[in-house]
């Protein structure tokens, strides 16, 4: 699993409206997870989805795996209810907890799969004395809080510094990208060591919204670009 390559499409980018229908196409076009942005308007200036929705998509008959990606501050109460609703993994910002070990040791006593985020000024030393209770190591090549930004280049040498940490544990942790992720740059990506790809606008931003097939394209190309990598 940790040297599969998964694309993980940001439902931050879908027509909410059609939210489920657009879940069914993302995964129907081979997509592997589902990334689903939480954001308060406290910790990250813009307001999205909560468990409720997560559970939403489990009703509506969702089996892939759901990657939370908490925007929200404090982190620890709203946990258990991500969990409840489905969550495979959860993942959050350190500066968003303050007791960042017990965080992790939450999500995991909980059954879920448990990640730290790194906005782009964040360092990596975060991780340092935590590696054996992580799952995910999601790096922000943008700032948090909306879709549509620009990948921020230093971010692929981030990327190369985060791969030697994870190959220097030995431990199965993925190494997820989140922001700016287009097909025109995901090989770079891939060769700086990510294994998890999050695109939002790039990829709920393609084809025509009456295709029901709009999806394909994007995620082959974005599968052929990897495949690039050897
Ligand atoms: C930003 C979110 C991202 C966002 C990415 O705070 O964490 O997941 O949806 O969107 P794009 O791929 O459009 O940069
Ligand atoms: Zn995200």
Avoid: W
């Avoid at 879709?147 to 692929?156: D, E, K, V, W």
């Amino acid at each position: 699993m940790s040297n599969q390559n998964l694309i993980a499409p940001s439902i931050l980018s879908a027509d909410f409206a059609r939210l489920g229908e657009e879940v069914n196409h993302v995964l129907a076009s081979g997509a592997d997870i589902v990334h689903f942005d939480v954001m308060d308007n406290h910790y990250v200036p813009n307001l999205t989805i909560g468990p409720l929705v997560c559970k939403a998509l489990r009703k509506h008959g969702v089996t892939a795996p759901i990657d939370v990606h908490l925007m929200v501050k404090p982190v620890d109460r709203i946990i258990p209810d991500f969990v409840d609703a489905g969550a495979t993994y959860i993942t959050f910002h350190p500066e968003a907890s303050e007791h960042v070990d017990r965080t992790l040791q939450l999500i995991r006593s909980l059954g879920c799969k448990a990640g730290l985020v790194f906005n782009p000024a964040t360092p990596l030393s975060y991780m340092d004395y935590v590696m054996d209770k992580l799952d995910m190591v999601l790096l922000m090549s943008v700032n948090p809080g909306f879709g549509g930004q620009a990948f921020i280049p230093s971010t692929l040498k981030k990327l190369r510094e985060a791969r030697a940490r994870i190959d220097e544990s030995g431990l199965p942790i993925r190494l997820e990208i989140d922001g700016g992720v287009k097909v025109d740059n995901i090989l770079e990506i891939k060769q700086a060591g990510a294994d998890t790809f999050v695109a939002g606008s790039a990829i709920f931003g393609a084809g025509q919204s009456t295709d029901p097939n709009r999806y394909d394209s994007v995620i082959a190309t974005m599968r052929d670009e990897i495949a690039k990598a050897g």
